[in-house]
């Protein structure tokens, strides 16, 4: 009996240091899915890790090392971060997401933004559940293009940075967290000169 209490105890001991990284590499709903060409996709909220397995990594790893942080921005970016929530929007099937979100998430890295503060969630390209995932947060969101960068403070939206930045992501993410007149592509606020 005293041994089988003990294992129960390291048992519920080792389950509980395993919870945080289990939450991180593994949220609960998350899907998997071939579409009608037989690509995978991701669906559903999830984590970086996800998106460094195959076949996934194939396009992630490379755009993140390729990547060259402007660290010199990133030194005024990274105290403004604290107390934000940052969600990406994007699809794995898109070719902004996949040149965007490593490139995003490296400059993140560089700052050292709080993965706890990070939300990915992965959207269809299938037609009947076009640009939505499958707990729908994108709903009231006005997410019409990928990725889209949504940067918040108290539950409440900053700013954001829709398919590619302005300028860079450092100076968007900037702007946006300075408060300063930031208006993201495909905005109806954004002229464009003749």
Request: hydrophobic share 40%.
């Amino acid at each position: 009996m005293k041994k089988y209490i003990i294992f129960l105890c390291l048992t519920l001991l080792l389950t509980i240091n395993m919870l945080p990284l289990m939450a991180q590499s593994d949220p609960s709903y998350f899907q998997k899915i071939k579409d009608a060409n037989g690509n995978e996709q991701l669906l559903g909220a999830c984590s970086r890790i996800a998106l460094q397995q195959a076949p996934f990594v194939n396009w992630f790893q490379p755009n993140y090392d390729s990547y060259v942080v402007d660290s010199a921005t990133c030194k005024f970016v990274e105290p403004l971060l604290k107390n934000k929530k940052i969600t990406i929007f994007l699809g794995t099937w898109c070719g902004d997401s996949k040149r965007e979100v490593p490139r995003i998430l490296k400059m993140l890295d560089c700052c050292n933004f709080p993965a706890g503060q990070l939300q990915l969630i992965m959207v269809s390209n299938i037609d009947s559940s076009y640009k939505q995932s499958p707990t729908h947060e994108e709903w009231g969101r006005n997410i019409v293009r990928v990725p889209t960068i949504i940067i918040e403070e108290g539950g409440r939206e900053s700013g954001r940075i829709v398919e590619y930045p302005v300028i860079s992501l450092e100076k968007d993410l900037l702007a946006i967290l300075r408060n300063n007149k930031y208006i993201p592509n495909y905005s109806s606020q954004r002229v464009v000169a003749d």
